[in-house]
């Protein structure tokens, strides 16, 4: 009988023996289908679902490979119900299909008479198709496309979208083959697309639209570039604030042949629309008397390509507007999937299925990310922080015992283990921030900071002259510090998985000596501190990340090289 690391159960879990000698190996082999539930030191639990095993047919991923690679690593026979289920429910991908049709323009397609039947049957498709053309095809109102794909992923009948997008207007964007300089003192050098970075391109360019999955730090606004070069064409980018615009502008200009002339931003603070425009989600969102604002945008110009700069934070509004976009050609940008309000059926019908996802551990094995080493630091909370947590309002309960007091002590420890490196402290709370950074001499960085001085600190950090930063969750997205090579988490947003893998991903950047990158998450004992932490940690641990667990008492007793926790 076979000994694999895996037990597939009929419920659609796979348990994963973490100390079987192919566990790495299985983790890697299920990631692009399955998804992590849960993960205790010992089994981690994952589950089968229907996104993620469409996701993997978009991306390439065939029943035949999924149901394989079951077999192979699982310890016990597979239920062949299971086997069933996973090759029906990937064979729905693509019955319907939505294509151009040259006499009746953009119609909905079936193989499958019974299905085309049973989806226009439902009272959710009415209104959203015209006429049946015959016993496989019916009309499509064009201005329904991204509605009704959303409807039938609903219904469980994904359409794969073949209709194809207009050109847009053309506008010659070719990438550089060196870096131009960002200051009078550096050099030009020669670069040229990574493997995976061109690989994800190209995916994202034969499916048409979709989204692209790389790690933090991993270059994900080339892969941005790569695509507005293939495309040729004005350029929609829409990202989460100011200083992710002007970091995307810098990086356009030093990386392709557009100047900065042909640049624009569209943000609070300024309103330019050029061939390629960069957006933020807040401006797009602003609602005056009820109305938004800014949608004019999405038509000032016959765009060729709209870009979504971190596409698991898109707020419900952009994905409205998105439903009004499937003729232009979307790409998705972001290190994670996982959506905490659960809707990531809309980014797979209104942005696009996953077309890459390259496995972090995978891009850290190839030198392209730092190696990392996460600690969960465990304090326990003093009898009378604990009295007041124990009968405090369920409401209450998160902030005192992320608030708690003698993290205060505990950063001070980390700080002290790594005197050389430029370290990150990052939380939730503002009150709690501003007292760490008092007590570290160290500046802070929250919401009410001014974009000029975020982009004064930033700047500051990424050049050496201060080594130490306190940051609220402003600093979760999209902000480049690659030096940075320690993060200290004091408090997050409750269980955010995605938060978790972004606050990693601030000192992901490979090190110029190859140093490990170093996540310390300090946690308050007994609470739902670590309750949140457990579930925070779980897309790392998805990743092939493990934290190890450091009790704060110790902190004191062990050496002061932070290897030794």
């Known amino acids: ?202 995916g994202f360019w034969h499916g048409g639209s979709g989204v692209v999955v790389l790690p933090c730090g991993a270059g994900k606004t080339i892969v941005g570039a790569g695509a507005m070069a293939k495309s040729g064409t004005t350029t929609l980018i829409l990202v989460t604030n100011t200083v992710s615009a002007r970091q995307w502008r810098d990086e356009l200009v030093r990386r392709t042949s557009l100047t900065e002339d042909e640049i624009g931003e569209y943000s609070g603070t300024r309103k330019e629309i050029k061939p390629v425009t960069i957006a933020t989600y807040q401006v797009l969102t602003t609602k005056r008397k009820g109305v938004y604002t800014h949608l004019e945008l999405l038509d000032a110009r016959d765009w060729g390509l709209v870009l979504y700069d971190e596409v698991h934070l898109l707020p419900a509004p952009v994905f409205r507007m998105t439903a009004d976009l499937q003729a232009r050609r979307r790409l998705g940008l972001t290190a994670t999937l996982v959506r905490e309000d659960g809707r990531e059926d809309e980014v797979f019908s209104l942005i696009g299925p996953k077309r890459f996802d390259a496995p972090w551990k995978d891009i850290e094995a190839q030198g392209y990310i730092a190696p990392a080493d996460c600690v969960e630091v465990r304090l326990t909370l003093p009898e009378s922080e604990r009295m007041t947590y124990a009968t405090a309002e369920m409401e209450d309960k998160y902030r005192l015992a992320a608030s708690a007091s003698g993290k205060k002590k505990v950063v001070e420890q980390i700080v002290a283990r790594h005197p050389d490196d430029q370290v990150l402290v990052i939380g939730q709370y503002i009150d709690q921030l501003e007292e760490l950074a008092e007590h570290l001499g160290a500046p802070i960085i929250t919401g009410a900071t001014t974009n000029k001085e975020r982009q004064r600190l930033f700047g500051a950090f990424r050049e050496g002259e201060i080594s130490r930063l306190v940051v609220s969750k402003v600093a979760n997205y999209s902000v480049d510090l690659p030096e940075a090579s320690v993060a200290i988490q004091v408090s997050g947003s409750f269980g955010s998985r995605q938060e978790e893998a972004q606050r990693l991903g601030r000192i992901m950047r490979p090190k110029a000596d190859g140093r490990t990158a170093h996540f310390y998450a300090v946690v308050a004992r007994d609470t739902v501190d670590q309750d949140f932490a457990a579930h925070r940690q779980r897309f790392l641990a998805e990743q092939g990340y493990a934290y190890r667990i450091v009790d704060a008492e110790d902190l004191d007793e062990s050496p002061a090289d932070s290897s030794a926790l």
Request: aromatic share 4%; no cysteine.
């Open 1 to 202: 009988m076979p000994d694999g690391p895996l037990i597939v159960q009929s419920d659609k879990t796979l348990l994963l023996e973490v100390d079987h000698p192919r566990a790495e190996e299985a983790r890697r082999s299920i990631a692009p289908f399955a998804e992590l539930e849960r993960a205790p030191e010992h089994v981690h639990t994952y589950r089968l679902t229907a996104l993620g095993l469409w996701n993997a047919r978009a991306a390439g991923h065939d029943a035949e490979q999924v149901v394989s690679t079951l077999i192979e690593f699982s310890r016990y026979p597979v239920p062949h119900a299971l086997l069933v289920d996973v090759a029906e429910t990937m064979a729905r991908y693509g019955r319907l299909q939505l294509v151009q049709d040259p006499a009746h323009g953009l119609v909905l397609r079936s193989t499958d008479r019974a299905v085309l039947a049973e989806v226009l049957k439902s009272r959710r498709t009415a209104g959203l198709v015209g006429e049946r053309l015959d016993e496989a095809t019916v009309a499509v109102h064009p201005s329904e496309r991204g509605h009704l794909k959303q409807v039938l992923v609903k219904l469980g009948w994904p359409a794969e979208d073949l209709a194809g997008y207009v050109d847009g207007e053309k506008h010659p964007i070719e990438l550089s083959p060196t870096t131009k300089p960002r200051t009078p003192h550096e050099q030009a050098a020669a670069w040229e697309m990574r493997p995976y970075q061109a690989q994800a391109v190209d």
